[in-house]
């Protein structure tokens, strides 16, 4: 066994013999740093407590904080810097929180059930979108009467305009809580139901996409298949079966999406990035954009000639719902941050985030934080890690420095707990030093095998920035999310501090609302 001292004082050196920006020897430009940071934040004494006219919520699926950690570091590389100095778009954000995900009955949570009170307000059982902790998985007859409403739909009661996006299909998990009730999160289409269940009236979810919220202005994302009837061809894999229409109850819900909206308005249906692209905002009332059969491309592997990217479609879809005077709600999902995770590929996963960090600040530069509050999070985190005594500015993906004191092999910076990159060679760990660890879609090392990594319970982080956002602050409760995106925009049940725009002025709006309601003739006793 190698001898521990050894490895020891080959950290240590290669410790010393890490790039240090030149900057940072300085004591000065600490202090300097710190100093900055601190009038920052002394500005934040001045709330912001207007009306938040527009609500954006950018979920980053399986974004736990060591996955936000080791994306700011591959974002900062990819700009030529170390990389631990840099800033992500929701680094800059002023509030910062911390949600308990676990479930009503999982101590480690799902995307149904998590996505079911971060929208809903409501906590609920894993696997069920849209009703509440008394239905149970899989059973039809404990869907009615356990119903919640998501604040998308309290957004529409308002006349706002709402939108949907996601990398994943239109009708996973966590976009269906916005708009669906079902007690399983697995029936896309009828043809993934059980008999008894459609037969009870149990409806699938694409199906309540297009009838329960009739009126949503956009929808984006992937999951054409579930939109057809079965054996219908995919419009752009129309030899590929896989891609095939899935539903047995023979509906286009494509076109009934078309017919039901009002005969004087556009709306708009692509399937590709170029047609997305040539969309003018001002001639489309509704759009929905469906780019793959089932999930969109990683990024990595994403044909940028027929998939759009997430702050492609996040672009066309706050231009066409900030037309709304009213103002508007949108939920933006970095949804293939937890299949990337899930499958162990860890490069697939952070460049996805990093693409979703890109939205976010595209996303600043589209709206106003005087009249937006914007709510970064994840609905839970995964068994991811980063560690091994990296030297600053280690490639993100790269080897840790010294092998292990125990089996004298190379280790990854990167690491799961578990999932399908457990792998022995001879009754080892596979030599990790002669494979090629930078591949997109390397697997991670892991400790136990699993075909499938799972999700970690740990509390995930809540980035706030906008209107109202300081509500967002310490540990909470998952559920109270959307309870205060609803109070800052005067919907839902708490609106008594709307009265004539008052929060729109800040703390002194109800002193002025105060004296507007005083007999003249008594003002002047007040100056």
């Known amino acids: 066994m190698m001898n521990p001292l050894l490895i020891f004082l080959v950290v240590e050196v290669t410790l010393t013999l890490a790039i240090i920006p030149e900057k940072e020897k300085s004591s000065q430009y600490w202090r300097d740093q710190a100093q900055q940071t601190l009038k920052q934040a002394l ?21 736990g904080i060591s996955t936000v950690t080791a994306t700011r570091i591959l974002k900062g590389q990819l700009a030529n810097q170390p990389g631990e100095e840099y800033q992500l778009e929701m680094d800059k954000f002023p ?18 059930g998590t996505a079911t009170a971060y929208l809903c307000g409501v906590k609920a059982n894993e696997g069920t979108v849209g009703v509440n902790a008394a239905a149970v998985r899989g059973l039809c007859n404990t869907t009615k009467g356990n119903e919640v409403e998501s604040i998308l739909k309290w957004a529409k009661a308002e006349g706002k305009s709402v939108g949907v996006v996601t990398t994943t299909r239109v009708n996973h998990a966590t976009p269906s809580a916005a708009y669906a009730h079902c007690v399983n999160r697995d029936w896309y289409s009828d043809a993934e139901m059980p008999v008894e269940a459609v037969s009870m009236g149990c409806k699938d979810i694409a199906r309540q996409l297009m009838e329960n919220i009739p009126d949503i202005e956009v929808i984006m994302g992937g999951g054409r298949k579930y939109m057809y009837p079965k054996n219908h061809s995919d419009e752009e894999y129309p030899t590929d079966e896989k891609a095939n229409g899935t539903r047995l109850d023979g509906l286009n819900l494509i076109n009934i999406w078309k017919e039901k909206k009002p005969k004087n308005k556009v709306a708009t249906y692509v399937w590709n990035r170029n047609q997305l692209l040539a969309i003018k905002e001002q001639e489309v009332d509704y759009l929905m954009g469906l780019f793959e059969p089932i999930d969109m491309m990683y990024e ?228």
Request: hydrophobic fraction near 40%; glycine fraction near 8%.
């Open 95 to 112: 509030f910062v929180a911390l949600s308990k995900t676990y479930n009503t009955n999982a101590q480690v949570p799902d995307s149904a």
């Open 300 to 527: 990595l592997d994403r044909d940028n000639q027929t998939d759009p990217s997430l702050p492609e479609m996040v672009n066309a879809a706050i231009r066409i719902l900030r037309k709304n005077s009213k103002g508007f709600f949108l939920l933006v999902e970095g949804g293939r941050i937890d299949h990337g995770h899930h499958e162990g590929k860890a490069k697939q996963a952070l460049y996805e985030a990093v693409e979703m960090d890109k939205a976010i600040t595209l996303a600043g530069t589209l709206t106003s934080e005087e009249d937006t509050l914007t709510v970064v999070t994840a609905d839970h985190s995964h068994v991811f890690t980063m560690g091994g005594y990296t030297v600053r500015g280690n490639p993100i993906f790269g080897l840790a420095p010294a092998v292990s004191d125990v089996d004298r092999l190379s280790y990854t910076a990167i690491l799961y707990g578990n999932g399908p990159g457990f792998k022995l060679v001879n009754g080892l760990r596979e030599n990790v030093s002669t494979v090629d660890i930078t591949n997109r879609n390397y697997l991670a090392q892991s400790a136990v095998p699993l075909k499938q990594e799972t999700h970690g319970g740990e509390d995930v982080a809540v980035f706030s920035k906008g209107p109202m956002a300081h509500l967002l602050h310490g540990v909470h409760e998952q559920n109270y999310i959307p309870h205060v995106m609803a109070y800052a925009s005067c919907i839902g049940q708490n609106k008594d501090h709307c009265i004539s725009g008052m929060a729109s002025h800040g703390p002194m709006a109800s002193l002025s609302l105060a004296f507007t309601l005083l007999p003249l003739s008594l003002l002047h006793l007040l100056f």
């Open 43 to 63: 500005k934040l004494q001045k709330l912001n407590n207007n009306i938040a006219k527009n609500i954006i919520m950018f979920l980053g699926d399986g974004m």
